[in-house]
């Protein structure tokens, strides 16, 4: 099973970017997919998260800036980010769990102020 992240990027504070995550390989059923980010000295923390039936669960920081949202068919999660602040500069992993939790290789957003 690989995880195929993509999207991130530089832009400025204020911008917006999307991330995409496309699931593949055997994958017998997947229950979630999300987000994760980490940024320089901190630790991992949750972003967003997306079941499959579409219930959402997003970080109090980003609530109201980001829209996490799933394709089932595709197996493929993707992250709208608008509003962005320096503070959302960190690597972000995607990640999808069935039986067990699948990690995608992450991808740098880097937000200039």
């Known amino acids: 099973v690989q995880l195929q992240a993509s999207g991130g990027g530089l832009v400025q504070a204020g911008g917006s970017l999307r991330l995409s995550c496309a699931a593949s390989?055997?994958?017998?059923?997947?229950?979630?997919m999300g987000w994760y980010r980490q940024a320089p000295g901190k630790q991992r923390e949750s972003v967003a998260i997306?079941?499959?039936?579409?219930?959402?669960n997003y970080a109090d920081s980003v609530k109201a800036r980001f829209t996490i949202s799933m394709d089932n068919a595709k197996n493929t999660v993707y992250l709208q980010m608008n509003s962005l602040k320096s503070e959302d500069t960190a690597v972000y992993y995607c990640l999808a769990r069935s039986y067990v939790t699948y990690w995608g290789q992450g991808t740098q957003v880097t937000v200039s102020s």
């Open positions: 390989g055997r994958i017998l059923r997947i229950n979630e």
């Open positions: 997306i079941t499959s039936g579409g219930i959402t």
